[in-house]
C-alpha cells in the first residue's frame, strides 16, 4: 500500500506542472462563465450561482482538462477496454490509477454542485459526471492521447459522488450553524 501511495504522491507533484496552463485557459473561461452566468437571479432574488463557485469550477474544469488531454502527446495511446474492474489489482501502479482517477473527480462533485443549484442532486451529480467522463474518455480515444477504459468513468463518477457528499457535509453543516446563530 505504501508504494501505491508514492505513486499517487509523484504523480500529484507532476500534475503541479500543469497548474499555471490551467489557470491561463481557466481564469478567462472564469471570466466568460461569471459574464454568461451569474447575471441570472431566481423569483427568491438570489442568484442561481455563486461568482466564486463558478471561477474555482471553471479554472478546476480547465486544469482537467490539461491533465486529462492537453498534457498527453498525439497518437502515443490507443485502445479500447470495456472490461469492468480490469485496472484495479493487476500492480500496485495501477491501483494508483485507479484512485486517481477517483481523486480527480472529487472536485466536480463538490465545485459543481456549489457552482449550479441544478446540480445539487445526486442523480444529477452521477449523470453529469457520467456525461463529463465519458466525454474526456471519447477524445483520449479519438485523439490517442489515453485509453478509453470503463473502469475510468466508474472511477470518476465515484469520485463525484464523493465530492458531492463532501459538498452536503461542508454546506449542510454550515447552514445549520448559520440558523442556530438566526434563531439566538
Given at each position: ?7 499517487i ?9 500543469y ?55 498525439d ?28 481523486l ?15 446540480l ?19 477524445l ?45
Amino acid at each position: 500500500m505504501l508504494d501505491t501511495i508514492r505513486y499517487i504522491y509523484k504523480d500529484l507533484v507532476r500534475a503541479m506542472d500543469y497548474l499555471p496552463y490551467g489557470l491561463l485557459i481557466g481564469i478567462p473561461l472564469a471570466v466568460l462563465g461569471n459574464l454568461l452566468f451569474t447575471g441570472k437571479k431566481e423569483k427568491s432574488g438570489e442568484r442561481s450561482v455563486n461568482r466564486v463557485a463558478v471561477t474555482c469550477f471553471c479554472i478546476y474544469a480547465a486544469i482537467l482538462l490539461v491533465i486529462t488531454i492537453l498534457s498527453r502527446e498525439d497518437g502515443v495511446r490507443k485502445g479500447m477496454d470495456l472490461k469492468l474492474f480490469s485496472t484495479w489489482g493487476i500492480n500496485k501502479r495501477n491501483n494508483a490509477f485507479v484512485i486517481e482517477n477517483i481523486l480527480l473527480f472529487v472536485p466536480y462533485g463538490f465545485l459543481g454542485s456549489w457552482a449550479v443549484k441544478k446540480l445539487r442532486g445526486f442523480w444529477n451529480c452521477i449523470f453529469c459526471g457520467t456525461v463529463t467522463s465519458f466525454g474526456i474518455e471519447s477524445l483520449q480515444l479519438i485523439t490517442g492521447r489515453g485509453f478509453f477504459q470503463i473502469d475510468d468513468i466508474l472511477t470518476n463518477v465515484l469520485g463525484s459522488v464523493i465530492g458531492f457528499v463532501f459538498f452536503l457535509i461542508t454546506f449542510g453543516i454550515g447552514r445549520k450553524i448559520v440558523k442556530k446563530r438566526r434563531n439566538v
